[in-house]
Structure formats: C-alpha cells, structure tokens
C-alpha cells in the first residue's frame, strides 16, 4: 500500500487540527474511519489510496484508525465502519458508509472536486501579489464559468476597491444587493467604499486638522475629520473624533457621525475589542 504518498496521511489526535481541518481549505480531504477488525474497511482501504495516488493531490485521504482516534470517531458520530467524510474548508459536506465498489467512490470522489470555477478562485488566492490584470482575468472568468459563485464577485469588488476603480466595486456591490443581502465581506467593502468617498469630500486629514484649529467646537469640522481619518485607515481617532460629534449635537451632524461609526465597525470586524469598546461608549452617548 502507498503508505508514504504525500497525498495520505494517518490521521492522529495530535495532527487532525493541521491535517484535516487546514488543509481541507487548500483541497478537498477524505477521511475514512476504519479498524483493523474490519473485513469491509480492508477491502475499501486499497481503493482510496489508489485513487488518492492517481488524483495526485487533488484531494487528500486521512486514514483514521478508529481505536487511535475514538474521540474524532464520536465527534464525527460515527455509528459503524467503513465511515467515509469528505471536508472542504473545515466542514463536512458529504458522507458514505459501507464497503462499496471502486466505480461508486471514484465518482463520489470526483463530486468532491472544485470545478474549473473554484479552481480559478483558488488560483487567485494562492498568488498574492500577481499582477492586477491577471488576478482580475481570473477572477471575470471564474464569474463567467459559475455566474452563481459570489464569493468571486466579492473577490473583484475587493481587487476594484484595491485598485482606486470606486465606481467598478460600487457596481459590484450593487449586483451583490440584488439578491437581498450582503456577506460581512461585501459589507466591509461597502463600508469602505463609502469612508473613502466621505473622506474624498471632506479632504485630506491634515487640511481637517487645520480648520480644526481655528473652530475647536464646530461640530462639522470634526465630523469632517473623524471622515478623513477613517478614510485615511485612523480608525480609533476616527471613532474618538465621531463620538464625540455623537456627544455634542445627537440631533444633527451627530446622526451622520453615528453612521460612520457603523462604517468604521464594518471595517474593523476584525478587532472585536476595539469595537465594543466603541459600541458601548456609543450606546452610552446616545441613550
């Protein structure tokens, strides 16, 4: 048997974390839970290795003994074996059990595949910093091939946001809308697109600043430099800046501040200390 194919791996309580559940974000994993008792597990085991060796790398098998791993066995809800999982991105997403023939597992196997689609997405994010015209090739074709795959469309709204194209993202967003609701993801580049435009109308942090100087209290001119510095990435002065818009006039340009606040939020999913600090503090000023 191919024991020392790097396409499979014997699955351990030590190494399930880094080789089923992270690598099943780079390729499909099958996981087949068997025991050496089992006259079925040995008759299906050949199989999965051999089709593991021939697919070289497309997916990988984990075999996992269940007497090693009884607690992955129970995590899995095991019930008898042969017990075959397929993982992609840390999830299960399908299932069999039972010896079966070589036929049935190869195109069980295939199902588990990315399509071209996928594979194009997958190309994209392994190949940080290619060239823009060609992450965006990909990323065109891969919406052409699977017009349904909307995490490509959220891909490009990003690369249009990277690249200055305010308008080509915004569109982006708005075929996104369409459907009723946004991904955290597509929400976070809304959010940014509108920082950015806000703080294109406000101008530069520095000119803000500036105005701020010589009228300390306007409410208008902070709100203009909480809007400057949330464009220019200042987050936290810029929800300290808009806060306090909030704090002094709540009725008026305080309704603006509190909905660049949001915006800030969207863009700071990230840093979950940061922002209930800041949503706290917000709730306090407004209620």
């Given amino acids: 048997m191919p024991q020392q194919s790097p396409w499979i791996v014997e699955v351990t309580p030590e190494n399930f974390e880094t080789e089923v559940l992270e690598r099943s974000r780079e390729a499909p994993v099958v996981v087949d839970f068997w025991g050496a008792w089992c006259q079925p597990c040995q008759m299906l085991m050949p199989i999965l290795e051999k089709l593991a060796v021939e697919m070289a790398g497309k997916f990988y098998l984990a075999k996992a003994d269940t007497e090693v791993v009884p607690q992955l066995a129970a995590q899995f809800n095991v019930q008898g074996v042969p017990a075959v999982f397929a993982l992609r991105d840390g999830a299960v997403v399908d299932f069999f059990d039972g010896m079966r023939p070589e036929e049935f597992v190869r195109g069980w196997i295939e199902r588990q595949l990315p399509n071209q689609a996928e594979t194009l997405l997958a190309e994209v994010r392994n190949t ?58 597509a929400e976070k580049v809304k959010a940014a697109l509108e920082l950015r435009k806000l703080g294109d109308a406000a101008g530069g942090v520095e000119a803000c600043r500036a105005e701020m100087a010589v009228s300390p209290d306007d409410a208008e001119k902070m709100l203009k430099l909480a809007e400057s510095l949330a464009a220019a990435g200042q987050f936290e002065e810029s929800l300290e800046t808009a806060l306090a818009v909030v704090r002094k006039d709540r009725a008026g340009h305080g309704e603006t501040a509190r909905q660049l606040m949001v915006d800030v939020f969207r863009q700071l999913a990230d840093d979950e200390e940061l922002v209930n600090n800041y949503r706290r503090k917000l709730a306090t000023a407004l209620y």
Avoid at 142 to 168: C, F, G, S, T
Avoid at 169 to 185: D, K, S, V, Y
């Fill in 128 to 185: 940080l910093g290619a060239e823009p015209s060609a992450v965006e090739a990909k990323l065109q074709q891969a919406i052409e091939l699977d017009p349904k795959l909307d995490v490509a469309k959220i891909m490009l709204a990003e690369h249009y946001y990277d690249q200055q194209r305010n308008d080509e993202a915004t569109a982006m967003i708005a075929t996104l809308e369409e459907r009723g609701f946004l991904e955290p993801e």
